[in-house]
């Protein structure tokens, strides 16, 4: 549509910012900024009639959902900026890609952000031992203080 009133009219300002109106009138308001339709517009009238983005030369920006979880779960300790030089990716995007697979750095740690039904089980589980070994330290602990007091004290002596 762009391209149509661009061949059209020879877009000058004024017709810019019509090309603008009527994508919006067609497909909403925020469909589209005007700085858009000037690059368009400029792209055209230096003869790149193509639709596809340009050739970027930065790091690409895929990153294997795999890839990353192993590289985590071998190192819950590693920095951005290790995983990025590992995976041969901007520090931005592993962050990103961290935070949109769930994961947030607590105490220098990697951990899920929500913690599934094997998480809360293992917590509960863990602290229950913790529970239990507290428990029977504190048993075996008074009975042996029992048996010190028996076997420390004298003999009676029968008459």
Aim: hydrophobic residues 30%; contains cysteine.
């Amino acid at each position: 549509m762009v391209q149509e009133e661009w061949s059209r009219k020879e877009g000058n300002g004024k017709k810019i910012t019509e090309a603008r109106e009527k994508l919006r009138r067609v497909y909403g308001r925020n469909v589209v900024k005007k700085r858009q339709c000037q690059n368009w517009f400029a792209r055209f009238r230096d003869g790149d009639f193509s639709i596809k983005d340009a050739h970027r030369s930065d790091r690409p920006s895929k990153i294997d959902d795999n890839e990353m979880k192993a590289l985590v779960q071998t190192n819950k300790h590693s920095m951005v900026r290790e995983l990025a030089t590992a995976l041969k990716v901007s520090v931005g995007n592993v962050h990103g890609h961290l935070k949109s697979l769930g994961f947030v750095k607590k105490l220098d740690v990697w951990v899920p952000h929500e913690l599934t039904e094997i998480h809360l089980t293992n917590r509960v589980r863990d602290q229950l031992i913790k529970r239990e070994e507290n428990v029977l330290e504190a048993y075996d602990h008074g009975r042996r203080k029992m048996n010190c007091l028996q076997q420390c004290q004298p003999k009676k002596k029968l008459k």
